[in-house]
């Protein structure tokens, strides 16, 4: 929106208008090129940490690869936390394997919970992507991950 005011009645002329009206599609394009130019960027950045992580992970101990992808992953996407977990069949549950956050919190490396339980057990039980646009309102979210995104 492209607001002009004046304190005089009929200040503006058709003419103005018409001038005025170019003007702010000349914005509002400078504002769509401005949006693409920062998706390209964070695509830029998505497949440099792509092109990172895979290098990478021809050279290092496995634990310490997937810490720096959890890491790499949460700068990438500017996200609160990201965390890989292993499903292990013979136990039935769900061990972390490496996470990475903005907030010191009271679990890490070896913790686990039950498969089917919370959204990451769900999604792993069913094999699928589970895409939640608010946690908090999912019936999966487990309360202890809150303090993250806080």
Known sequence: VLNFESSKIGFFSHTDRHLL?????QIALGLRLDEARRR???LA????MLNHLGRAGTMLDPRLFLQ????AVRRAFDCA???I???DYSKERL???AHATNIPLDFGPGESQEFGKGMIGHA???GETHNAPDVRKDPYYLIYVETILS
């Open 21 to 25: 009206e170019l003007l702010a599609a």
């Open 68 to 71: 720096r992808c959890c890491d």
């Open 95 to 97: 061990v972390l394997l």
């Open 85 to 87: 977990f292993f499903g």
């Open 81 to 83: 936390y990201v965390g």
């Open 124 to 126: 792993f039980k069913l």
């Open 40 to 42: 390209a960027d964070r």
């Open 45 to 48: 950045t998505e497949l440099g």
